[in-house]
């Protein structure tokens, strides 16, 4: 079978939801087509869409080797990228103790691979809260509320880190007060 047949019968069972057979058929059309690079590309937004994310990268990367110039492939390749470093900050967090600095570090390299990633803004939001980090916890959780305007637990978040700001803000302000008397 020729790849744009496999692509088709691919199409097919996304079309009834049956993502599983979907990514099979494209890998049926890979091995047709090693070389190229469309269909390396929907293999891994189906891969990504079932969240099989390292065999999503895997097949984003080369679809982007293959086609160096295609903005989509590297797009995706980075939102793919930010994805996978958001599932290991969360790793990191879940420790016991809980590896702050790290995933921080990880979480800032997926929001910038991935401006539009809600999760890696919120997580960021909450994380630098509980290090009492106000103003880098409202920036994210501003940008999360951006991302996803009616999500009420970034709302919350902002809501409440703004108000932490201000009574450190009022702290600061009143002991400088009491000085200069």
Not at 85 to 114: G, I, N, S, T
Not at 124 to 144: F, I, P, R
């Given at each position: 079978m020729d790849g744009e047949s496999c692509i088709k019968k691919a199409y097919e069972f996304i079309l009834n939801s049956d993502f599983e057979q979907a990514i099979y058929w494209f890998e049926q059309a890979i091995d047709a087509e090693p070389e190229n690079a469309f269909f390396h590309h929907t293999c891994a937004v189906s891969c990504a869409r079932s969240g099989k994310w390292p065999k999503a990268k895997q097949h984003a990367e080369t679809a982007l080797a293959l086609d160096e110039g295609n903005a989509e492939y590297k797009y995706h390749l980075q939102v793919v990228e930010a994805k996978l470093l958001l599932a290991d900050a969360d790793m990191l967090l879940a420790k016991v103790p809980p590896k702050l600095a790290e995933a921080a570090e990880l979480l800032e390299q997926a929001v910038r691979l991935d401006p539009l990633s809600f999760d890696a803004f919120y997580t960021l939001g909450v994380?630098?809260?509980?290090?009492?980090?106000?103003?880098?916890?409202?920036?994210?959780a501003k940008e999360a509320m951006r991302l996803d305007p009616g999500h009420?637990?970034?709302r919350r978040l902002f809501a409440d880190v703004n108000r932490k700001r201000r009574m450190m803000r009022i702290r600061i302000n009143a002991t400088k007060r009491k000085r200069n008397r």
């Amino acid at each position: 079978m020729d790849g744009e047949s496999c692509i088709k019968k691919a199409y097919e069972f996304i079309l009834n939801s049956d993502f599983e057979q979907a990514i099979y058929w494209f890998e049926q059309a890979i091995d047709a087509e090693p070389e190229n690079a469309f269909f390396h590309h929907t293999c891994a937004v189906s891969c990504a869409r079932s969240g099989k994310w390292p065999k999503a990268k895997q097949h984003a990367e080369t679809a982007l080797a293959l086609d160096e110039g295609n903005a989509e492939y590297k797009y995706h390749l980075q939102v793919v990228e930010a994805k996978l470093l958001l599932a290991d900050a969360d790793m990191l967090l879940a420790k016991v103790p809980p590896k702050l600095a790290e995933a921080a570090e990880l979480l800032e390299q997926a929001v910038r691979l991935d401006p539009l990633s809600f999760d890696a803004f919120y997580t960021l939001g909450v994380l630098y809260a509980s290090q009492h980090l106000y103003e880098k916890a409202a920036y994210h959780a501003k940008e999360a509320m951006r991302l996803d305007p009616g999500h009420s637990a970034a709302r919350r978040l902002f809501a409440d880190v703004n108000r932490k700001r201000r009574m450190m803000r009022i702290r600061i302000n009143a002991t400088k007060r009491k000085r200069n008397r």
